[in-house]
């Protein structure tokens, strides 16, 4: 409470979510993680992309960061196509999964990254 009173609208406004994750329960969002965290450096992998995330499935966290050429490009050519994601210097395109995403999600974001990358199609690709 050092900081003065409580962003009581903000707690009112998390509460929904909060009841979401409590229904779909922690053990399977963590479940759900670690399986597209997986995927995604297995086709990072495949690609061969860089990424610093570790391939330990206990460590495994929710994003794995992938560097590729020209990274700050791609993701901004990524975010003009509808997928989501950020760009961090010096560690690349960071992608972050959710326990509502799909691998036919994963399999796409890899994909359109891959051709972005291979072709150097930067831009809006509309």
């Keep these: ?39 995604l450096l297995d086709l990072v992998d495949a690609a061969g992309f860089r990424s610093v995330a570790s391939r330990d499935p206990e460590r495994l966290a929710g994003t794995v960061a992938v560097d590729v050429p020209e990274a700050a490009r791609v993701a901004t050519t990524l975010n003009a196509r509808d997928f989501v994601v950020d760009y961090r210097p010096g560690v690349g395109i960071r992608l972050s999964p959710h326990f509502y995403n799909t691998m036919d999600e994963i399999d796409a974001i890899m994909a359109e990254l891959t051709d972005i990358v291979t072709t150097k199609a930067y831009g809006s690709g509309a």
Excluded: E, F, K, W
């Excluded at 962003?7 to 979401?20: E, R, T, V, W």
């Design 1 to 39: 409470m050092m900081n003065g009173t409580p962003a009581i609208p903000a707690y009112y406004a998390a509460l929904p979510g909060l009841d979401i994750i409590r229904q779909v329960g922690v053990d399977r969002i963590r479940a759900s993680s670690q399986g597209m965290t997986r995927r």
